[in-house]
């Protein structure tokens, strides 16, 4: 399997219920990101993860909670969430330093929807 | 702070016209620019790029000079096709940053036969 893969596609869920969304990277990235996709917002960066280690947080609510066990694995831990959350959700990987590069390479996402 | 400004509205088209999408981008230094595609149901598909002040990316058929002297990068494609349908988000990431992207609103081309 190659690119960035994540699960579930599509998932709903209760306020009250606990989920985690996953992210695996098979292109020997070491930075990880997560990305908000909601109806006609522009897309959100959440967080930034550089060789393992939280480097961005952008004023996201505690309810999300994000995990980067290892430069391949990204997870975004869900709590509480409100309907407004619904979204989609984007991972995304890229290489740093940036070089003469710097794009990210997306999942195709996980559809959240808050019941 | 950065930024991506994209022309307003979807883009309705017939099948072998051309396509112009217009992307501005503020920045404080000299960034990467973009172009991603989503199709949909579909994550965001990398679709070209340009790292420098007038570089042409190009990929399927699609160009984009990078305009310093107008911060600019739109997007062109002579023929389109129906299954060029989707929608175009333009972006700029920092060299020296994270490589956090920024994205302009996106655009919605819908391609008629």
């Known amino acids: 399997e190659t690119g960035v893969t994540q699960t579930p596609r599509h998932l709903v869920m209760g306020m009250t219920n606990k989920k985690s969304l996953k992210c695996e990277q098979h292109l020997g990235h070491n930075a990880m990101y997560w990305y908000k996709q909601s109806a006609k917002k522009p897309l959100e960066l959440m967080f930034v993860?550089?060789?393992?280690?939280?480097?961005e947080n952008n004023s996201v609510p505690s309810r999300f909670s994000p995990e980067c066990p290892n430069s391949s694995h990204l997870f975004l831990h869900l709590h509480t969430l409100q309907p407004e959350d619904s979204a989609l959700y984007l991972c995304?990987?890229?290489?740093?330093?940036?070089?003469?590069?710097?794009?990210?390479?997306f999942g195709q996402g996980t559809r959240l929807t808050v019941v | 702070g950065n930024s991506v400004t994209q022309m307003e509205g979807p883009v309705t088209l017939s099948e072998e016209a051309f396509l112009t999408i217009n992307c501005t981008y503020t920045?404080?230094?000299?960034?990467?620019l973009f172009w991603y595609v989503q199709y949909p149901g579909e994550g965001l598909q990398l679709l070209l790029k340009?790292?420098?002040?007038?570089d042409k990316g190009s990929n399927k058929g699609f160009e984009a000079t990078y305009r310093k002297e107008t911060t600019s990068f739109h997007l062109e494609k002579g023929s389109v096709q129906v299954s060029d349908s989707a929608v175009y988000f333009c972006?700029?990431?920092?060299?020296?940053?994270?490589?956090?992207?920024?994205f302009g609103k996106g655009n919605q081309v819908v391609v008629i036969p």
């Open positions: 995304a990987s890229s290489h740093l330093p940036s070089g003469a590069g710097g794009e990210a390479f």
């Open positions: 972006a700029l990431s920092e060299k020296d940053g994270n490589n956090r992207l920024a």
């Open positions: 920045a404080t230094g000299y960034p990467s």
């Open positions: 993860y550089s060789l393992e280690e939280r480097v």
């Open positions: 340009a790292t420098k002040a007038d």
